[in-house]
């Protein structure tokens, strides 16, 4: 294989080297001069992409300026959303981004380390490539297609089985307790679950995947189980991979908009039930914006959206961050 | 290799509990598997047979019925998909070719480390910070929605993939491939762009298609920069439809001929996924077998 490789490429070089011919030597100085041109032009390119994050950050705070000169740090921690009034606080929806993104994650990261499990320790080989990329398909469904399945498949069954089975077991605890009629913040976690599960799992797979062999094999000749050296050996091994996984499944259940907006019910409120609608940053911009009027509410919906921009990027940073430092550098991670 | 253990080692050695406590924890782990994979058949499942029920050559010729009006299709939407990635599609790949080039190539100091860092953080950015962005950024100055926000928005979202797959698909090229070139006194500018970037092709072409396929299904970055619109327009300066949107505003709408409307655009947009993430898969596999 490898031998054909080169050979196409060697014939390939050969194509070209000849276009090049009427060039001519005496050239060679205006070449060198191109060169430089040419790494100049590919720096400027890569620079803008720091000065398209600039942008945008200049961009959110200038239209946001009038929401953040009026309520300041006060706007974060205010419950009150009344656009009429133009009292304007963020609190109900930072609540909703949080409480929704937590039952994501509390139902999705032991179901995502037990597939990476799965993967890497007991699948063949065969097996793990095509149930690795099956699951990686659920990441590539588009966010409207999980919203229009939520809405019409996961929120009826909400109603019908989750939620009363839930009130029927735990329904002393406040969290459970009341109606459902479907949509509402429990609805929100599923549906994120499912659209984080694919990150948690992925991530973690290629970590424990990366686990040396002689880890394994030395906890296993002191007579542990499989499940023991799983348990004591790889996943202390890859303990900050997989912190990198969960965070960057954080990442995307914080800013994920068109689903959670179909079934989460979009009402700013703070209730204890996860039974009760709510709301969250990127739902109500999604949901109010392109119909807000006048410059006080439409900046609001900008902060909100700075905000929630401020804490991806901080969430997804920290994740690369551990993640490269894993793979030992920026290049190796795909 | 479990089973070693008590064959070796005094007898109950592994107690009865330590084994039964493994195998429960490792039948855990395939069910969670079988969750995941159950889970991906419903959806996949479900939208397939309502889109099969829905979808019709109507659904492909036809702009949207009056409202209230059975009837109509999606026209507008996918001309309106077609464009907008199009446009965003234009802006994005040959800056990212570029800036992936630059990372690959000559980034070796802080600079590209910075640059990397904000590509994979931006690229994870919430699509519907990229919609602020476009609206604050265009329709703020024109003072309507219009195509072009639209396009800028998903321009956006593309840029982060686009860099960084071209950056490690460049830098698979072997070093053998460019020392050949240079040797042979092609100026490195030839060499990068008529060398190493056609061998590294199918990979970026990879990446560009996951951009597409991803920015195909975008909905939240458009919702208030293209907006949408029941007519076709092919003009950037005024709202357009799109797939997704359109998807969207059927599926909240009170009528059940726009919900099976739009499960046949999921349908759409699904099986556009599939595809792209199949043939990436193909392409992908088929370099790896050229590697070894």
Known sequence: MAADMGTILAGEVSSRTRNLRRWGPRSLQGWTNLDGLFRKACGAFAVSIVGLLALVVYQLVHASRLSIERFGVGFAFEKVWDPVTQNLGAATFIYGTFVSSTIALLIAVPLGIGIAIFLVEMAPRRVSSLVGFLIELLAAIPSIVYGLWGLFVLAPLVRVWVAPALRNTLGFLPLFSGESNGVGMLTAGLILAIMVLPFIAAVSRDVLAAVPQAQREGSLALGTTKWETIWNVVLPYGRVGIAGAVILALGRALGETMAVTMVIGNSPQIMASLFQPGYTMSSVIANEYSEASGPMYLSALTELGLLLFILTFAVNGAASLLIWRLTRGPGAHA | ?292
Not at chain 2, 171 to 188: D, I, K, N
Not at chain 2, 221 to 229: D, E, G, I
Request: hydrophobic residues 55%.
């Open chain 2, 1 to 292: 290799m479990t089973s070693a253990g008590p064959t070796v080692l005094p007898a109950r050695s592994i107690s009865t509990r330590r084994t039964v406590v493994g195998k429960l924890m490792l039948g855990l782990c395939v069910a969670a598997t079988g969750v995941a994979l159950a889970v991906l058949v419903w959806i996949f499942g479900y939208v397939l047979m309502q889109g099969a029920l829905s979808v019709n050559v109507n659904f492909f010729t036809q702009l949207p019925a009056p409202v209230g009006e059975p009837g109509g299709g999606f026209l507008n939407a996918l001309t309106g998909t077609g464009i907008m990635v199009g446009v965003a599609s234009a802006m994005s790949i040959p800056l990212g070719i570029l800036a992936g080039i630059y990372l690959a190539e000559f980034g070796h100091g802080w600079l590209a480390y910075v640059v990397r860092f904000i590509s994979d953080t931006l690229g994870a950015t919430p699509s519907i910070v990229a919609g602020l962005f476009a609206y604050t950024l265009i329709v703020v100055r024109v003072h309507h929605f219009s195509a072009l926000a639209g396009s800028v928005a998903l321009a956006l979202l593309m840029i982060p993939t686009i860099t960084r797959t071209a950056e490690e698909m460049i830098r698979l090229v072997p070093r053998t491939l460019r020392e050949a070139a240079l040797a042979l006194g092609v100026p490195e500018w030839r060499m990068t762009l008529q060398i190493v970037l056609p061998a590294a092709s199918s990979g970026v072409v990879t990446g560009i298609m996951l951009a597409i396929a991803r920015v195909s299904g975008e909905t939240a970055a458009l919702l208030f920069t293209a907006f949408n619109n029941r007519f076709l327009s092919t003009s950037l300066d005024e709202p357009m439809s799109s797939v997704p949107v359109q998807v969207y505003t059927y599926a909240i709408a009170p009528y059940d001929d726009w919900h099976r409307q739009a499960w046949a655009g999921a349908l759409v947009l699904v099986t556009l996924v599939a595809l792209f993430s199949a043939a990436v898969r193909l392409a992908t596999r088929s370099r790896y077998k050229l590697e070894q």
